[in-house]
């Protein structure tokens, strides 16, 4: 922690200091914005490298955030290449808490339970050790997500053509079988009911569905880079949640910026490539089937 900490404020003193160009958005002030309002004028350069400083260092719940909130601090900043190496590191202890805080999974350590009476009892590692290092109030997603850093490759330079932000929504879909929530069902008894265990049982063997849940709102960009040696530029889309890293002493000419608001889901144009039927096929659990012209296709995949 104390590197991922130490690495965080070299990369934002950094940053407030050499980074060559930036632009952050702005999250409305009200609780009900006007959807309609025009986007509010654009903040100073300083002013903006201070949020930006501010936000990649916030790896902690601070006052009224909610347990299952993760703030968000889209933007871009153009930096030279010890900008990117400081990016670097950050990304490094990243990855690396990440593991370790997915390595106390399902692991448990004897603790304090009431800090009243001094009672002790078997209590989550991840909670035990966090405590111990004076983290309790580690917000793991804002702490173990990673800086995009917008880099040259091989293929394509290092010259951004274009950065559009957009508002995204996309739902979680997890592929499954019959077979495997059968199986699941077998081992855990509170999964879903006898119902929907039956339901299951008469679908075709082999019988590929998906576990769809609600999806998240969440900004994400649009990135087109020049390609080398007169090839098409490449177009990649990342996710925009944090300012996105660039090398560079301007931002792309063509810059479109993060609305301050996602638009009402009702002006959202409808997917064309749906792959799932709409109705839930079991009452316990989001379980979804494929398309009946798509099932026997899907169901060879699943046999081999």
Do not use: C
């Amino acid at each position: 922690m104390t590197s991922l900490q130490g690495s965080l404020r070299h990369l934002a003193d950094y940053l407030q200091q050499e980074a060559r160009d930036t632009w952050f958005w702005q999250s409305p002030e009200t609780s009900s914005p006007n959807r309609t309002a025009k986007a509010p004028q654009d903040l100073s350069r300083e002013e903006a490298l201070k949020r930006i400083a501010a936000g990649i260092q916030a790896i902690k719940y601070v006052g009224d955030q909610d347990p299952h909130e993760s703030r968000i601090y889209p933007g871009i900043v153009a930096v030279s290449d010890a900008g990117i190496s400081l990016t670097d590191a950050v990304n490094h202890h990243k990855t690396t808490l990440a593991r370790v805080l997915r390595d106390m999974d399902g692991r448990t350590e004897v603790g304090t339970v009431d800090p009243g009476t001094g009672e002790r009892g078997e209590r989550p590692l991840r909670e035990v050790a966090l405590e111990a290092f004076y983290f309790r109030r580690l917000q793991h997603w804002q702490a173990t997500r990673r800086l995009e850093v917008l880099r040259e490759t091989p293929k394509i330079m290092g010259t951004l053509e274009y950065v559009g932000f957009m508002w995204a929504t996309s739902r979680e879909v997890r592929r499954t079988t019959r077979e495997a929530l059968i199986k699941e069902a077998k081992t855990n008894e509170r999964l879903m009911s006898e119902e929907d265990v039956d339901v299951l049982t008469r679908l075709p063997t082999h019988e590929p569905l998906a576990i769809v849940r609600p999806g998240h709102t969440t900004p994400k960009a649009n990135i087109r880079w020049i390609s080398r040696n007169g090839a098409p530029p490449t177009t990649k889309v990342r996710i925009a949640v944090l300012p996105l890293i660039m090398l560079g002493d301007h931002l792309p000419e063509r810059l479109r910026k993060l609305p301050p608001v996602p638009p009402p889901k009702h002006s959202r144009a409808a997917r064309t490539d749906i792959e799932i039927e709409p109705t839930p096929l079991l009452r316990t659990l989001p379980v979804h089937r494929y398309l009946k012209p798509l099932r026997a296709g899907k169901r060879q995949q699943e046999s081999r």
